[in-house]
């Protein structure tokens, strides 16, 4: 019986290991950054659970002060046998702020939620951002917030750019930042509305030369967790810090950015920056 002799070519076992070394290699490189997108993904969940309870724990706060107070202003009314004009008009008077307080923080929860909800868009427009902003700053100058304060107007005649946004929304950005820089200017300070365009873009920004912001924190004051009051004036009383949250929330829902520049005892300047059309 013949015997069969069968011949191998050594290179074709070395060129199949080779092949399957780099497709391995490939494949855990492939595995590598899927983890470490997981892990960033992972992260990123918890910091936002983590800022996600924060806040709630800031708004929980704010809610029961105004809250006690009340409380205690009925409590004071209900003790007193022979209660005075003058004592029911001081105890409505407290409790008339207090409800005011949490009327606010009520609207700026409801709002800022409406504006995070992806099922919800914006009403965006097409908007001729000259003629919008002059009509702001008009209104803005009657209104009596702003009685003590040098308002200032700083638009080229020729700014011509169309901007697609929400008109009510952006009119309540504009409307934050002005009462922002009122509540940390003194009387006799600037607040200054003014925009450029450069290239596809248009600038629009609110400074003010108020008491400014340190170094430190600008980071952090758009963040839902964070209190403008404690790095403005330390010790002063915190609030829930949402106004500029939702400054931040409808600029980048409208495709634009917000930033701050700020230097201690010279002021604030917050910049927006949106797509021209």
Known sequence: MAQKTTFQNPGVESDTIETLSKKLLKTTAKLSAANKELSKTNNELAESERKRKEMLANISHDLRAPITAIRSALDLLSTLENPTAEDIKSTIGLMDRRVSTLESLIQDMYFLFCVEDETRPLDLEDVDLAPFLESYFYDAIIDSRYDSHDMQLDIPMDLS??????????????????????????????????????????????????????????????????????????????????????????????????????EVGKGCTFVITLPCK
């Open 161 to 262: 750019c169309h901007v697609n946004i929400d008109v009510q929304k952006t009119i309540r950005v504009l409307d934050n930042l002005f009462t922002n820089a009122a509540k940390y200017s003194g009387d006799g300070t600037s607040i200054t509305l003014s925009c450029r365009t450069s290239g596809k873009n248009a600038t629009i920004t609110v400074s003010d030369n108020g008491r400014g912001i340190p170094a430190e924190s600008l980071a952090h004051i758009f963040d839902r967790t964070y209190t403008v009051s404690s790095s403005r004036s330390p010790g002063s009383p915190t609030g829930s810090g949402l106004g500029l949250a939702i400054v931040k929330a409808v600029v980048e829902k409208e495709n634009g950015t917000v930033t701050c520049e700020s």
